[in-house]
């Protein structure tokens, strides 16, 4: 994988990397319909209690028992509604036993955590998980920015960029084949902002980055390989 596939992959690779996470929990596997009613009662018996299946339903593009079979796998792995950073990042080490994906989990787990309170509640799961895979393009944009803007002050500077790059290098770079240069992830940041900053000010803002990506064939692409994985 070369420079304009890091590209591609800085992309895709949420949701390549969240739908193994939804295999590790047992989400994908299909719910009986005696499921149904067990599910909706324990919503109210785990120690953080999640929005009812109808509040969920309205916030997300998933059906009642979609959200139940979302439910049901996200409790069995975390029994009181709440999944910490350290969790995340034992999760996402499983699929990288010979790299290091602990600062890129710790890059996505803030994504997740949407009100940053150091727990992913089933609320932000679902509600992330919704956009990644149902979302329009411009929402999924939307997210991608969000993880990109590490301290979410709605620009991406240089130095976001090379962290989030360099995160991706550590899990998956020295893999790839041929092999890349240390300097890759500074030259692709690089090629990232002379093609996304517009008006050359050193950081890339929302517009621009949606503007870019919008006509970018194969990151558009990437957007939509996983609509109907569930």
Known sequence: MGIQGMELCAMAVVVLLFIAVLKQFGILEPMSMEDSSDSELELSTVRHQPEGLDQLQALTKFTKKELQSLYRGFKNECP?????????????????PQGDATTYAHFLFNAFDADGNGAIHFEDFVVGLSILLRGTVH???KWAFNLYDINKDGYITK???????????????RHTY???REDAPLEHVERFFQ???KNQDGVVTIDEFLETCQKDENIMSSMQLFENVI
Request: hydrophobic residues 45%; proline residues 2%.
């Open 195 to 197: 093609k996304m900053d």
């Open 80 to 96: 009181t509604g709440l999944v910490d950073e350290e969790t995340f990042k034992v999760i996402y080490s499983q699929f990288f």
């Open 139 to 141: 929402e999924k944009l």
């Open 178 to 180: 041929p092999v890349l």
């Open 159 to 173: 130095e976001e960029m090379l962290a989030i790059m360099k995160s991706i290098y550590d899990m998956m770079g």
